[in-house]
């Protein structure tokens, strides 16, 4: 049998640890996964032997509302997702309306010029084919007397 008094804040402790983890494994976000501002736009980025391929989930936004910029190896996806108009009230509002602006960083670099985009049943998909690798080679040491 304990002889020591019950202490609440003691039970709370495990449960604070836990809401702190919780909350620091939602936050942190892979550095492939890149900078996130305004509504949110989630990303699949896949590899083939030439190119990057990066599909954007942007509903209800229009190709002339969105701007893609490539520069070394970062693709930057920015634009606006406009509310849509309707007569009468809103009953259910579960999507999200405004701004977006998401960094991605490429494992390596990419040729901006040949960059291809389009939007396929509602998802932005770019390719983005890869830079061609400087070779590595021996480089011989001159003497100079």
Do not use: C, H
């Not at 960094?103 to 983005?128: H, K, Y």
């Amino acid at each position: 049998m304990s002889t020591g008094r019950w202490d609440p804040w003691n039970e709370l402790l495990p449960l604070r640890e836990m809401m702190d983890q919780l909350f620091r494994e939602s936050m942190i976000r892979p550095r492939a996964a890149g900078m996130v501002s305004g509504i949110g736009v989630p990303v699949d980025i896949a590899e083939t032997d030439e190119a990057y391929v990066v599909m954007a989930v942007i509903p209800g936004a229009r190709p002339e509302d969105v701007q893609i910029q490539v520069s070394g190896d970062t693709l930057q996806l920015s634009g606006e997702v406009k509310e849509p108009e309707v007569e009468g009230t809103w009953l259910v509002r579960e999507r999200r309306y405004g701004t977006f602006r998401r960094v991605l960083t490429m494992p390596g670099p990419v040729r901006a010029d040949d960059a291809e985009a389009e939007f396929v049943n509602g998802v932005l998909v770019v390719r983005l084919p890869k830079a061609t690798v400087s070779r590595s080679r021996q480089i011989p040491i001159r003497s100079v007397s």
